[in-house]
């Protein structure tokens, strides 16, 4: 069993990452952003309150698996969304169990989002932050999200992140910041092969280490 947690801010390429070491390892995969998504989409689509907590955190608890599938979870002001619910601790809460479940399943579960190394999975064997200055993340997060809307601005996608970054660090209810035991990936200047090959090393290493005990 390995577990292994991905942290870190908003179009860092977590979950890229996180996605390509799930395959290469034979591991489950679970993007914990999709979740706060879900429950942003929902609370808008029923034109609820986002900081009205009891009734966003019983849209948490009740949150079906079929909402995750949905393309609208991408759309920047679904993520922003997002960024607003998961000020909640009822939200957070509402979540946590599933996710920790998730990290429970045979041969192992590679989790991404903010708080995992932190919060849900502190036990985790490889812990990994990765982050990426502003301006590139911003740069792409654009030309991600070009493809299916030729209208978008560079400088809102910016603000955006910038807007969800300082929420996400400064909200009171498990905030942002790099584990103490994490390793730190600055991928501002690594295409994500390499950054790739850097996490698979790590990743190498905790088996070994595994296997040693
Ligand atoms: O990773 P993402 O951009 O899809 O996440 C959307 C929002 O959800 C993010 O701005 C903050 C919140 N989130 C969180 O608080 N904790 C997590 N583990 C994952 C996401």
């Not at 890229?16 to 979740?35: K, V």
């Not at 029923?46 to 966003?56: K, Q, S, Y």
């Not at 295409?191 to 698979?200: F, G, K, L, P, Q």
Request: charged content about 30%; glycine content about 6%; proline content about 3%.
């Amino acid at each position: 069993m390995i577990t292994i947690a991905v942290d870190g801010p908003a179009a860092s390429g977590k979950g890229t990452l996180s996605r390509q070491l799930a395959a290469h390892f034979g591991l489950h995969y679970l993007d914990t952003g999709s979740l706060y998504r879900a429950v942003g989409l929902k609370a808008l689509n029923e034109g609820i309150d986002l900081a009205e907590e009891n009734t966003v955190a019983r849209i948490a608890a009740e949150l079906d698996d079929d909402i995750l599938d949905d393309p609208r979870l991408r759309e920047p002001g679904v993520g922003e969304a997002a960024s607003k619910v998961a000020m909640l601790t009822g939200v957070r809460n509402a979540l946590l169990n599933y996710q920790r479940e998730f990290a429970q399943r045979h041969p192992g579960a590679v989790l991404d989002g903010r708080d995992i190394a932190t919060v849900v999975c502190p036990d985790a064997d490889v812990k990994l932050f990765v982050t990426a200055s502003v301006a590139e993340r911003a740069r792409r997060r654009y030309k991600e999200l070009l493809q299916t809307d030729p209208l978008v601005k560079l400088e809102d996608i910016q603000a955006e992140i910038e807007r969800r970054d300082a929420r996400d660090c400064s909200r009171s209810a498990a905030p942002l910041h790099q584990a103490e035991d994490a390793h730190l990936l600055d991928t501002t200047n690594l295409d994500i092969e390499t950054a790739m090959n850097a996490a698979v090393l790590l990743v190498k290493k905790a088996m070994a280490q595994q296997d040693l005990n």
